[in-house]
């Protein structure tokens, strides 16, 4: 077999493998462990992507909200975000694009757990349409970011 074929086969299992693992929704930190036995394959295109996406004091979303949520008009709409790093991350909240800051109709709340853990909650009541979205939790800390994505729609029966 020619040496550049072998070559060029390699890459492109190395290339799939990586690419599967991004569209498994961990974004590429390797947390997500294979089979035993299974070889793993991770390709970083720098030493400092590798220490960013590998550390362990990392921002990391442990749990949050389900990823299509169905609201009713006059309800109440309720996202958690619960994320560990060290230092303790923030959770920064947004919709469609833009960082919520404040308004009359919803609130968020926040609780640490230890030193490493926070937990954030974003209410809002009631329901308008205009509550239609994409929403998202970001959690940072100086070593890495973690988003988690929720969609938002209202049901047919409001």
């Not at 599967?20 to 997500?32: D, F, I, P, T």
């Not at 991770?42 to 990823?67: V, W």
């Not at 949520?69 to 060290?86: M, Q």
Request: net charge positive; charged share 25%.
């Amino acid at each position: 077999m020619n040496i550049r074929l072998l070559c060029f086969l390699l890459l492109m299992v190395v290339v799939t493998v990586d690419s599967a693992r991004l569209r498994g929704g961990r974004r590429g930190r390797g947390r997500k462990k294979g089979r035993a036995g299974s070889p793993r394959f991770i390709f970083y295109t720098s030493p400092g992507r590798r220490e960013y996406y590998d550390n362990p004091n990392g921002a990391r979303i442990l749990k949050s909200s389900h990823f299509d949520y169905e609201f009713y008009l006059g309800h109440k709409i309720v996202f958690i975000c619960v994320a560990k790093g060290d230092p303790r991350p923030q959770i920064t909240w947004f919709k469609d694009g833009v960082e919520l800051f404040s308004h009359p109709y919803f609130q968020i709340s926040e609780w640490q757990h230890g030193e490493t853990k926070l937990k954030s909650k974003l209410e809002i009541t009631p329901a308008t349409q205009m509550d239609s979205g994409t929403y998202e939790c970001q959690a940072n800390n100086k070593y890495a970011v973690d988003r988690r994505v929720f969609k938002a729609d209202f049901g047919a029966n409001s």
